[in-house]
């Protein structure tokens, strides 16, 4: 069964509810998408509005969010944070196809030099799972978890070949229901009028050329001056859409006619080598599960008491059983995973079937649905590190109440760049500002990255990747001393630094050691598993 558009879940939540339904996980997820839909910032009392809640529910929800590390407080604006992601990670991950298909996409965008995307059905409706852009002033690119109407694509009219009845009649409805496409916020409201039969023909047509061409193009159907070719990518097994590849520019680079001539015949050869790598992929091993997840929901409801909604997180954890070798799971397997019952388990997948997150097949097994995506993943599919950074920097400055500061080496190596800090109200302090560069061999946050990046070592950045940090002491400045610590991606590769900065009347050299070196290490930490759960399907840059 495929996910259902936004509109047809908050239908089916507000109404024809299961008796055995998790209401507090049904009201959570609402809080969740109504924060992804804003961008990923809502104040309570505009969370209050959007999902008719009871303030003191949305504060419960919120804190709860909150204690899993889904949402941070800021000011008084909740905040969707990167480990929200690991809700679609486990999506994409269960999926395989990101990670069997996105090295074959980002070539060609290389070898193009446009925009390539991924997609996959969701219901009458596409939803975008990989992003290659292209940076630009002008730049043509949607946020992975995205979903936009089938007829206002190019993938959608050759997802749209293997439609029923029922899906065409589903897509009828909801055209005669949402005259301005107002349930799918990542594309502009669309012109036609309900009803206009002749763009009910033109989508028809469409569809009947994609099937009998084998390949689809979108001229300007989103918005003036879009453009993009579409190719089905097939599944082995079945001969089935198991995913659409597009290339995606704008009208003064290409027309939709010159993207058939010029980009179509290397779209397709690259469509061919992604069937080639599915047809021949090894089946995947089951990665580790999820532990301890019952455990620390007891624990957590044991400390924070009726502020926290067991229930909710829960139901959610249920989600994060699926991933990657455990596509497909059986009632029993979800118990086993997440440490809850099978009685819990099994209202928790009921409620996530009934908002279109699960889906059951005869088989007696569960699978999840794009429509996971729809849960914090495209507001935060386009951070990048320094933004990640920035609420772990303020933590830090306000903890040490010294200024902290993340920076990146510039391309040849010699230089620092600052791209994010947080200073403190003191009145002798630490001023730089994002964007300033000093040379590398001179500050504790470059002989850090020089350390695990330079080809040959001196002594100096020998001890420093042994010790693991590096203590500069007034050679920059008299009386600055600093401390700091490699951030490294998924890969282990360091690929920023973050320090500290102390006069040196305040601190000794020891006290940088004993008192700094340990908070430092602690948010070094708390970056990279934000910066790995969200990289893990989408690129962070540096800077």
């Keep these: 069964m495929p996910a259902m558009t936004a509109v047809d879940a908050d239908a089916r939540a507000g109404a024809g509810t299961p008796v055995e339904a998790v209401g507090p996980l049904v009201r959570g997820v609402a809080v969740l998408r109504r924060l992804t839909e804003a961008g990923g910032t809502l104040s309570p009392s505009a969370l209050e509005r959007a999902t008719g809640l009871a303030r003191s529910t949305v504060d419960r929800i919120t804190g709860t969010l909150g204690r899993m590390g889904y949402v941070r407080l800021d000011g008084r604006d ?36 446009e925009s390539v995307s991924l997609a996959v059905a969701d219901l ?16 043509v690119s949607f946020r992975i978890g995205d979903l936009l109407p089938a007829e206002r694509t190019a993938p959608g009219a050759l997802f749209a070949t293997e439609w029923t009845e029922p899906d065409w009649t589903r897509w009828r409805d909801r055209r005669a229901g949402d005259t301005q496409d107002a349930s799918f916020p990542a594309v502009p409201p669309r012109a036609e009028a309900s009803g206009d039969s002749s763009f009910t023909d033109s989508f028809t047509e469409r569809v009947e050329r994609a099937r009998r061409d084998g390949w689809a193009v979108d001229d300007q159907l989103i918005e003036p001056g879009l ?44 469509v061919r080598a992604m069937e080639t790598d599915l047809r021949t992929a090894p089946a995947p091993e089951p990665g580790p599960a999820p532990a301890g997840l019952a455990a620390w929901t007891t624990a957590s409801k044991h400390e924070l008491g009726r502020d926290f909604v067991e229930s909710l997180a829960r139901g959610l954890t249920v989600l994060t059983a699926f991933g990657e070798g455990r596509s497909a799971l059986s009632l029993t397997e979800v118990a086993r995973a997440t440490g809850l019952s099978r009685a819990t388990a099994r209202r928790a997948l009921l409620t996530h079937e009934h908002l279109g997150l699960v889906a059951a097949h005869p088989d007696r097994t569960f699978t999840l649905t794009p429509r996971v995506l729809d849960l914090g993943f495209p507001p935060l599919s386009r951070t990048t590190l320094p933004r990640l950074a920035e609420p772990h920097l303020r933590a830090l400055a306000d903890a040490v109440r010294e200024p902290t500061a993340l920076a990146v080496l510039t391309n040849d190596g010699k230089e620092i760049q600052y ?54 002491d007034e050679e920059l400045e008299s009386g600055l001393r600093s401390i700091a610590v490699p951030v490294r991606d998924r890969t282990g590769r360091t690929v920023a630094a973050l320090n500290i900065s102390t006069h040196a009347a305040r601190r000794t050299l020891r006290d940088c050691v004993h008192d700094l070196l340990p908070a430092l290490h602690a948010t070094a930490d708390h970056i990279q598993q934000d910066l790995h759960t969200a990289s893990r399907f989408t690129h962070v840059p540096p800077s």
């Excluded at 990670?99 to 070898?111: F, H, N």
């Design 419 to 472: 791209t994010a800090g947080a200073g403190t109200s003191r009145v002798l302090t630490v001023q730089i500002t994002v964007g300033t560069r000093l040379p590398a061999t001179d500050t504790s946050l470059g002989r850090v990255l020089l350390a695990d990046t330079a080809a040959s070592l001196s002594p100096t950045l020998t001890e420093v990747r042994s010790q693991g940090y590096a203590l500069v």
């Design 124 to 139: 009458d409706g596409i939803r975008f799972i990989h992003q290659a852009t292209r940076r630009r002033a002008l730049s």
């Design 227 to 270: 453009v993009a070719v579409s190719v089905p990518v097939r599944d082995p097994g079945n001969g089935r859409v198991a995913c659409v590849a597009s290339v995606v520019s704008h009208t003064s680079r290409h027309s939709a006619t010159d993207l058939r001539t010029s980009l179509l015949p290397r779209l397709r050869t690259a």
């Design 78 to 113: 909740v905040v969707l944070t990167p480990r929200v992601m690991e809700l679609g990670n486990a999506y994409l991950a269960a999926l395989r196809l990101p990670a069997l298909l996105d090295a074959r996409a980002d070539t060609l965008a290389d070898e193009l030099d």
